[in-house]
């Protein structure tokens, strides 16, 4: 009876057909989109802290509102993926609390300070641009309704990347300061952004079975690859470069060769000791925690409300 | 320009800076939240209200750019909405003394939107009728905004005085931190006299409205007779300014010049 079942859930996925929430799935395809999801959904709402550092900064009232506007969209994206994360049988309550424990991983790209303005920018186009290449075939994944939240994500995402490139690009023409300031962002977010694409394949163990249910539909060497020849072209456009000196374009390829990445970087940020990991999560856990009470006021009057107004049946949810 | 009463530009002008930089402080404050907020789906609101707050100030430094280059003679005026957020210092800026207060805790926050989108509504109300058809724009396009800043914060007033013990403390307190900020709101400063808004009436409906939400909210408060202080909309800020500034100005002061 398993096989059979497992058997129509594999033709599905084979034939394209979306996997909503009620059908039958392998458990370890429940498991293992969780997992994913709600790493996703993670990385969006730490992800705001690192901008959200330069809002009350922000050089012009114009910038300071794209800058919000942006980081608001971030938490859009949160709730979205938490969402979608629910529908597999997991409570967002439940998925703060791995996250604060440790239990769950975000991306650890957030776990790089931003140091000047310029970092905007380079998130932007960098961080989101790389986010992007990793969403795009998500859009496609087997899973229904992860797959509708990415092509909402993915359309802003690449409106944030187009902002982050232009405020860039007005660091370029400006003032020698200013040059220095977006060079010096360039350099210290390009290696961090390549690791966004996860190890090399040979070291990634989940790929197989996640390309065969079509949760995968790239490699991380694929996209990682597709990011540089990407990148290495509009970094021209900007006059600035980036800090590789391996970076070449390889006609044989027909892509950009570039240099050794620090894996051991990449693991000891993965692993916790990364420049503002304890920063991040800390911030995280002060904002839940502080904010308990404002939860539970809400479910309480919530209740209060239900109870004298059943017809109406307020849940916290309302909020 | 079409004014009824002849108020002088120096007048307007100031009126203008008055009422840009109430939402600009009091926008900046809520972007102070973004990614700390108590729930996601309220950094998503109190953001927003940012957004909101910090467009009308843009709307109204922008409208001030106007008169302040007609009335300098120098041949290049360079002053902007930029200029005007971020090259003034405290004395010079003309906001209330409740929008520079800090956020503390979140029933602060609440408390403090409450009591100043409610004067907002009301301000904007009248001045939708304004005889300057530019503010009178502003103001209209504002009030939308501002009518949903009511809602969703007298609902949070409601929802933290009728909701726990802890809640109704915190919010009790707030009103001790906050209260003594609410008068300055309709004491005229002499930029705000003949711009056609009826300040008795302003105040009336006012506490009507805070009351009627406090009485939802089940607290009981002295809303009368009690000390306020004032100052902010000549110059005369509470410490709090100074830092708020520091650190919103900090790029144009460090890197002067600069196109952003
Ligand atoms: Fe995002
Ligand atoms: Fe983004």
Known sequence: MEKNLETVFQDKVDQEIKIEPKDWMPEKYRQTLIRQISQHAHS????????????????????????????????????????????????????????????????????????T???????????????????IPLCRTSFGPYARAMVRVCKEESFHQRQGFELLLTLSKGTEAQKQMCQDAIDR????????????????????????????????????????????????????RLPDANLKWNEERKHYDFGKINWEEFWQVVGGNGPCNKQRLDARKKAWADGAWVREAATAYAKKKASLNPSKGGTSETV | ?????????????????????????????????CGHGPILEQDIAISNIALDLIGQARNFYQYAAIPIKQSTNQPINLTTED??????????????LLVEQPNGDWAQTILK???????????????????????KAIAAKALKEVTYHVRWSSEWVIRLGDGTDESKKRLLRAFDELWMFTGELFEPASYELNMSTDFILMKEEWNKKVCSVFEEATIDVPVEKKWHQSGGKTGNHSEHLGLLLAEMQFMQRAYPNSEW
């Open chain 1, 44 to 115: 969006e709402i730490v992800g705001m802290l690192p901008e959200g550092n330069w809002i009350t900064r922000a050089p012009s009232l114009r910038r300071k509102a794209i800058l919000i506007a942006k980081v608001q969209d971030e938490a859009g994206h949160g709730l979205y993926l938490y969402s979608a994360a629910e529908t597999l049988g997991i409570s967002r309550d439940e998925m703060y609390d791995q996250l604060h424990t440790g239990k769950a991983k975000y991306s650890s790209i957030f776990n790089y300070p931003t140091l």
């Open chain 1, 117 to 135: 303005w310029a970092d905007i920018g380079a998130i932007g186009w960098l961080v989101d641009g790389a986010a992007i290449l990793n969403q």
């Open chain 1, 189 to 240: 977010w390009w290696w961090p952004s390549l690791m966004m694409f996860g190890p090399n394949d040979d070291a990634s163990p989940h790929t197989a079975q996640s390309m065969k249910w079509k949760i995968k539909r790239f490699s991380n060497d694929e996209l990682r690859q597709k990011f540089i020849d990407m990148i290495a072209e509009q970094v021209k456009v900007l006059n600035m």
């Open chain 2, 1 to 33: 320009m079409n004014k009824s009463i002849n108020i002088s530009t120096d007048q307007l002008i100031n009126y203008l800076l008055h009422l840009a930089d109430n939402s600009l402080i009091m926008g900046h404050r809520n972007s102070e939240w």
């Open chain 2, 83 to 96: 200029s005007l957020a971020y090259l003034r210092d405290t004395r010079e800026y003309k906001n209330c």
């Open chain 2, 113 to 135: 939107q409450f009591f100043f989108s409610t004067y907002q509504y009301y301000l904007y109300q009248q001045l939708q009728n304004n005889a300057d058809d530019q503010l």
